[in-house]
């Protein structure tokens, strides 16, 4: 015996098995980002009045960019299982909730790259 109603099956309504793993990388992403932070943020402090070169020198560590680079994939890659959380709660027409998931799939996924692109510049173009 099903606790689901007729139409639900028909529709084939019902877990789409995917929201026990989009819980975990949101708090995996999260964990990430507490000492990705902590290493931007004293970062930033320890380099405040540097001029360009400096931060150049800085960025051209290999440490420093793929620390870099880790922190901007976790930060975006966050904010991007965030906002899918906030779209499908919030959103209830389904046109409009498909339009917004992939406007804002694309445009947390170009400024990543851009970010990380920057990034990479920097490290080995100066």
């Given at each position: 015996m099903s606790l689901r109603n007729p139409l639900a099956r028909v529709r084939g309504l019902g877990s789409a098995k995917e929201g026990v793993q989009h819980w975990w990388l949101q708090r995996v992403t999260a964990m990430a980002m507490v000492p990705l932070t902590l290493w931007f943020v004293i970062s930033v402090i320890a380099h405040l009045g540097a001029g360009r070169l400096e931060m150049v020198d800085w960025m051209s560590s290999p440490v420093s960019a793929a620390l870099m680079i880790a922190f901007l994939v976790s930060l975006f890659w966050h904010a991007k299982l965030g906002l899918q959380v906030v779209i499908e709660d919030y959103v209830h027409n389904e046109a409009c909730?498909?339009?917004?998931?992939?406007?804002?799939?694309?445009?947390?996924?170009?400024?990543?790259?851009?970010?990380?692109?920057?990034?990479?510049?920097?490290?080995?173009?100066g």
């Open positions: 909730k498909i339009a917004s998931l992939t406007a804002m799939t694309f445009a947390v996924v170009i400024v990543g790259i851009a970010c990380v692109v920057s990034v990479l510049k920097l490290a080995f173009g």
